[in-house]
């Protein structure tokens, strides 16, 4: 399995703003499709944000659509997502997860099988 690390979770109150990284560890982005998914609590993980082995594709199902931005770095050793005007429904574990989904699998968590350790945000006042 490949190894991904998350980092930037933390509090963030209502209507800020938050980045998430996660780093390649001996791999490259650049050849597996790379998404964002959030656990809440006592909820099923969702997918957040998803981007597709060329780059060329993003897509942000659900809430974070038009308020998330995924993205990768020139190395091809981050993928970051960018999250504003956080609410508290935002709340939960973030992973990210590379593997190569089908197009109409790329926010389906079964379609991934390697995975960060996760990282919690928390909004809140």
């Known amino acids: 399995h490949l190894q991904l690390v998350e980092s930037g979770g933390g509090l963030v109150q209502p209507g800020g703003s938050l980045t998430l990284s996660c780093s390649a560890q001996?791999?490259?982005?650049?050849?597996?499709?790379v998404a964002w998914f959030r656990q809440a609590p006592g909820m099923q993980r969702e997918g957040v944000a998803c981007?597709?082995?060329?780059?060329?594709?993003?897509r942000y199902p659900g809430s974070g659509n038009g308020r998330f931005t995924i993205s990768r770095d020139g190395s091809g050793t981050k993928v970051y997502l960018q999250m504003n005007s956080l609410q508290s429904e935002a709340t939960g574990v973030y992973y990210c997860?590379?593997?190569?989904?089908?197009?109409?699998?790329?926010?389906?968590?079964?379609?991934?099988?390697?995975w960060g350790q996760g990282t919690q945000v928390t909004v809140s006042s």
């Open positions: 981007m597709s082995v060329s780059g060329n594709t993003k």
């Open positions: 997860a590379a593997d190569i989904p089908s197009v109409q699998a790329m926010y389906d968590p079964s379609a991934y099988d390697n």
């Open positions: 001996g791999f490259w982005f650049d050849n597996y499709a």
